[in-house]
């Protein structure tokens, strides 16, 4: 699996856009970049995942480049439950084959939104 | 729905012990996978399970097996347990190994 690399932290204002980076440089053209987030001492939490097109949910929207090397993840109203650390992590999304989808995890990046 | 549900929550065990943690995952979901979380890191990926049988592993010795049942729930068990053992433990299912993982809450193991 591609790696990839995030700010260690970053703050936000409540109520703002969080716009977290991602770079992916050596990503394949068969991995996907998906994003979860972690608040303290829980499970990750699934947030979004894309190949190549924006996409968006009501979590979340993901901006990937034309070129697939850096994506953005975005928050559009940031609040304080928003505090987290987010994951990016590239990953092998297709049946068969020989890899079975683990999930490789960074360090990710600390998201504190601040009143 | 239930979503992924793991067993115990917490869990303190003594060096050398043996441990053994549950999952069941998330109502429809067939795959199961384990991962550790030392504090302050990310979690890493233990082995996968589909279809009753060890798909994949990542670098965990022997000591970590698990097992996956006819229902899909899966145990991951630790035999001669170490300091550094202590962590979270996290299970994820998914339906197939490619779509979307969902984790649950953990198991905190403490070994003193």
């Known amino acids: 699996d591609a790696k990839t690399t995030q700010p260690t932290s970053m703050d936000c204002a409540e109520g703002r856009a969080a716009n977290l980076p991602c770079n992916h440089s050596?990503?394949?053209?068969?991995?996907?970049v998906y994003w979860y987030r972690q608040i303290h001492s829980q499970g990750p939490q699934y947030i979004i995942h894309g190949l190549k097109n924006n996409e968006t949910n009501e979590m979340a929207s993901l901006i990937i480049t034309e070129d697939r090397k850096s994506s953005t993840l975005i928050l559009p109203h940031a609040t304080l439950r928003d505090t987290a650390v987010y994951y990016c992590?590239?990953?092998?999304?297709?049946?068969?084959?020989?890899?079975?989808?683990?999930?490789?995890f960074g360090q990710g990046t600390i998201l504190t939104v601040h009143p | 729905d239930a979503g992924v549900t793991q067993s115990p929550t917490h869990l303190i065990k003594t060096r050398g012990q043996q441990v053994t943690l549950r999952c069941s995952p998330k109502?429809?979901?067939?795959?199961v996978s384990w991962y550790q979380q030392a504090l302050g890191q990310g979690p890493q990926f233990i082995f996968q399970y589909y279809e009753e049988e060890e798909r994949q592993r990542g670098n965990f010795p022997d000591r970590f097996s698990g097992h996956q049942f006819p229902n899909y729930s899966s145990e991951l068990n630790v035999n001669a347990l170490l300091l550094g053992d202590s962590a979270l433990y996290l299970c994820?299912?998914?339906?197939?190994?490619?779509?979307?993982?969902?984790f649950g809450q953990g198991t905190r193991l403490t070994v003193v």
């Open positions: 050596t990503i394949s053209g068969n991995e996907y």
């Open positions: 994820a299912s998914s339906l197939g190994y490619h779509r979307v993982a969902f």
């Open positions: 992590i590239v990953r092998v999304l297709l049946a068969g084959g020989t890899s079975y989808g683990k999930l490789t």
């Open positions: 109502s429809g979901h067939d795959t």
